[in-house]
Nanobody, 123 residues
Framework: QLQASGGGLVQVGGSLRLSCAASGRTFSGYAMGWFRQAPGKEREFVAGINRSGDRVYYAEPVKGRFTISRDNAKNTVYLQMKSLKPEDTAVYYC??????????????????WGQGTQVTVSS
């Protein structure tokens, strides 16, 4: 089970840190990813991280602004978001995937999803 939190309302240029806590599974055995879905749009890949946390992957629109990390001792994956833009407004989801799928951008590779947390960036 994955539980995402940390969303909210922020002004353009602001920052937020999302967290996703895992329970009921061996967290360190899974690759993790963050996705987002804006109204009327498909769910899209934002960032991914491998089991150990030493390999990370980003979608082009967030490179240089977002940072994914994980703490396997706390069973938690994070998404630090900076320099937020209105186009970052979406529901953000965390997801778990088999280790061989680390960084994969397709939603079908992820077999467990959190409930989503809303991020709204106001201009």
């Amino acid at each position: 089970q994955l539980q995402a939190s940390g969303g909210g309302l922020v002004q353009v240029g602001g920052s937020l840190r999302l967290s996703c806590a895992a329970s009921g599974r061996t967290f360190s055995g899974y690759a993790m990813g963050w996705f987002r879905q804006a109204p009327g749009k498909e769910r899209e890949f934002v960032a991914g991280i491998n089991r150990s946390g030493d390999r990370v992957y980003y979608a082009e629109p967030v490179k240089g602004r977002f940072t994914i990390s994980r703490d396997n001792a706390k069973n938690t994956v994070y998404l630090q978001m900076k320099s937020l833009k209105p186009e970052d407004t979406a529901v953000y989801y965390c997801a778990a995937a088999p280790p061989w799928a680390a960084g994969n951008r397709g939603t079908s590779f992820y077999d467990s999803w959190g409930q989503g947390t809303q991020v709204t960036v106001s201009s």
